[in-house]
């Protein structure tokens, strides 16, 4: 018999879909163009914030708080069913933003602990080998998670489920139109009773293929990971920059923000950049081994804010989230799922209720 949704895209958003759609008893049937989170949810870094969170409009906020809250128990419940360890480090963040504080202050006075003011050496004590240009403020309840192990721990939770069948390696494209939209695999129709659409950067492409206009476009990030060596122990966000530490000691330093479509190739400009960048925050980084550069496609939408909801009965979407699908996933797919299920929403559906022109 037909699936009841046809999920297309297993990144985390789709992943963490099909989990609660599968877990409220819905038959899914997911099927990414490659293999099951290998895109920007491995290619990301995994803070559990967004970057400078005031910049943001509230309902990026409340996406962030709900799934803030939800993250411990969804990495502790994933690593008891599937025994990979997404690594959740709760070791707070420093963020350097002189011209921001009042703005940063104002943000985190309703919420508890989230930015706190410190000294220059109460900095210097949390990260001794961090050069900062300007006191930070203190963010101490932000956590990081190792991407890759994340993306794995949820493809080995979603081929463990009874109710969803994952496709990898297999292009889906959209025919016909918003009220009787069809999906194919090549020429061969796939049926569903619903289609959801969390194909990340690629959302904009795929909808064309009904005449759709949509602003979800691929935005190119770069990153460089440094070997082992345990130079920094919380994320260090500085200049738009940051360095994200693992528990093995290795520092992830990213990113590049590019606007040059799916143009996927690492290149040296790049890697110049970042890594004058990572030696002006962290100057002994200078004498530690690179072990990789790497460039993943953020689904890029206008003020981040994501789309999530209807666009008619039968094609739904849970895509856009930009710089901050990691931290915003876990709310995220819970309110698609309230939606589709005709339960009360956690939050307000309104602001991310897709806008298409067709
Ligand atoms: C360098 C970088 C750093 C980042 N850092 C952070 C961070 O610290 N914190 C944070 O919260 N976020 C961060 N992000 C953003 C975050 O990674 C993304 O917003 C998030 O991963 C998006 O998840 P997704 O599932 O929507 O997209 P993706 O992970 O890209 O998944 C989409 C999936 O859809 C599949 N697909 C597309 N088209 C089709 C098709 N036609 N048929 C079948 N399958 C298809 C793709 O193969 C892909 O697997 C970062 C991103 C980058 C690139």
Redesign the pocket.
Known sequence: SSPDILM????????LSALELAEAGQKVLM?????????????????????YPWRYAPPITALATWSQQAFPDLIASLTDSTGIDSELSANGMLVTATDERDQALAWGAGLSRAVIEISDQEARVLEPHVHLDATPLWMPRVA?VR?PRM?QALRQACLDHPKIELREH????LGGDLDDPQAFSGSQRIAAHRIVL??????G??LSGLNVRCPIQP?????LLFSPCHLVHRVVLANGR?A?PRADGRIVF???LEDVGFQRTPDRDAFDSLYASAVHLVPQLATVDIEAQW?????GSPEGMPWIGPMSEKLWV????????????PASSRLLCDLMMGRTPIIDPTPYQPRNSV
């Open positions: 297309v895209g297993a990144g985390v958003m789709g992943m099927i990414d163009q490659g293999r099951a989170g290998l895109e920007a949810s491995w290619a990301g870094g995994g803070i559990i914030s967004p970057l990081s991407t993306g297999q292009e889906v494209s969390s194909t990340g950067a690629w959302t492409y795929l935005m190119k990030g770069q990153m940051y994200i990213g990113s590049t460039a993943g496609f953020r689904p849970n895509s856009g989230h930009f710089r901050n699908g990691v931290v915003l996933s």
